[in-house]
């Protein structure tokens, strides 16, 4: 028999369906070749190699399907696999998720509005910080003109009245104090 480069040939079994297995069942259980082929009865090889034994494949996805132990130690993994694609920067979707694009797309547009939340946080911290420095701005202004209109006033009264003690009453306010107390006074006598 000649085997040419260009063709293709198979070696399988006749009758073999893809995704079929010949000694398993879908639930995972053995079927009876299957028993009988891991067994060594056989063409499983040699009895010097190791025989395979195969867990059963878990049906059900449901928390109650499992045992504690069972579902620490999934949980357990699935924790520690997350942490590690977390520190690794990657995405929190498993590779073999058949919804890891859809899951994507979803983490995709949670960053963006964590974004646009982010962003209109740090916004109106920006008009907060303005406005407190504005009425800052506005109460330092006021006691600054106060305070000069005062002194300007205590001038011109001592220097241009001659009168110190007058300019003294004016700016601490005691003035109007005095003049309604005195008039209070003479009512009383």
């Known amino acids: 028999m000649r085997v040419y480069s260009d063709e ?12 079929v297995r010949r000694y398993q069942n879908k639930d995972g259980t053995l079927t009876t070749a299957g028993k009988k082929h ?3 009865d056989g063409n499983a090889g040699s009895e010097d190699e190791p025989k395979v034994e195969y867990a059963p494949k878990r049906s059900g996805r449901n928390a109650e399907d499992y045992s504690d132990e069972e579902l620490r130690s999934r949980i357990n993994r699935l924790q520690m696999e997350k942490q590690y694609r977390d520190l690794q920067g990657q995405t929190n979707i498993r590779a073999d998720d058949p919804n890891k694009e859809l899951k994507a797309e979803k983490e995709r547009l949670q960053l963006q509005k964590d974004v ?3 962003r209109k946080d740090v916004y109106s911290g920006q008009s907060f910080a303005k406005s407190v420095m504005q009425d800052a701005s506005k109460q330092f202004l006021t006691k600054a003109v106060s305070g000069a209109m005062s002194y300007s006033a205590k001038q011109f009264i001592s220097k ?4 110190p003690e007058l ?7 005691s003035a109007g104090g005095q003049q309604q107390q005195k008039k209070d006074d003479d009512k009383k006598d």
């Open 8 to 19: 293709l040939y198979h070696w399988g079994i006749k009758g073999m369906k893809w995704g």
């Open 38 to 40: 891991y067994a060594g």
């Open 116 to 118: 646009k939340q982010l």
């Open 160 to 163: 241009e009245l001659k009168n």
């Open 167 to 173: 300019a003294n009453a004016i700016v601490s306010g």
